[in-house]
């Protein structure tokens, strides 16, 4: 399950919960005096950018960074053994080679490129567990932020902005900026981790 559906699945747990609580509420509402009946009705509702924090947020560019190197690898190593397959291929069809020369080397290059396509499977699994890996972190560090700012501000519930899901007609309901200010001041002295060579 990718980062996204994940959050969305959270997501609708949320609402549905909401849902549930909201609706107790209403059916214990007459059974408690209005004095002490805030509940559900007083409760803040907020927004967040997941995205847009992973974007902006000194941990967030920290992580984009160390992906970013680590894809820049993969490409490079890809169009190295890309460039060798085509100078194996060149060199099949403009030199003069014997029958049994050219069959030895139209077999290297079918092994070069089936070689080529498993190692690149095979890096693009080990990256997508490595972004999976890093993500997890992420929003482990992530999650005390959003619940400290969430109590600073009475807010009881808070859904992620979601294009095509999430219509937000308030931007005053945004608390993305509070959360990465306060997830940048959380990051130790000195500013966040440089990513790894």
Same mark, same amino acid.
């Given at each position: 399950m990718n980062f996204q559906a994940l959050v969305r699945a959270a997501v609708l747990v949320a609402v549905f919960q909401f849902i549930v609580v909201a609706q107790t509420n209403a059916q214990d509402q007459s059974a408690v005096p209005p004095a002490t009946s805030a509940g559900v009705a007083g409760a803040k509702i907020a927004v967040i950018d997941i995205d847009r924090i992973a974007a902006e947020s000194s941990a967030g560019k920290v992580l984009f960074e160390k992906l970013k190197v680590e894809n820049d690898k993969i490409a490079a190593e890809r169009a190295k053994r890309q460039q060798d397959?085509?100078?194996?291929?060149?060199?099949?069809?403009?030199?003069?080679?014997? %029958?049994?020369?050219?069959? /030895? !080397?139209?077999?290297? +290059? $079918?092994?070069?490129?089936?070689?080529?396509?498993?190692? @690149?499977?095979?890096?693009?699994?080990?990256?997508?567990?490595?972004?999976?890996?890093?993500? %997890?972190?992420?929003?482990? /560090? !992530?999650?005390?932020? +959003? $619940?400290?700012?969430?109590?600073?501000?009475?807010?009881? @519930?808070i859904f992620r902005a979601t294009p095509g899901l999430t219509f937000v007609l308030d931007p005053n309901l945004d608390i993305t900026p509070l959360v990465i200010q306060a997830f940048d001041s959380a990051a130790p002295s000195g500013g966040a981790a440089q990513p790894q060579e």
């Open positions: 397959i085509r100078d194996m291929e060149a060199r099949l069809t403009s030199e003069v080679l014997s %029958a049994d020369a050219r069959g /030895q !080397l139209s077999r290297d +290059v $079918e092994r070069a490129r089936t070689d080529a396509q498993r190692w @690149l499977e095979d890096q693009q699994r080990d990256f997508q567990q490595k972004q999976q890996q890093e993500e %997890a972190v992420f929003q482990q /560090q !992530l999650a005390p932020i +959003v $619940e400290s700012v969430a109590k600073e501000h009475g807010i009881g @519930l």
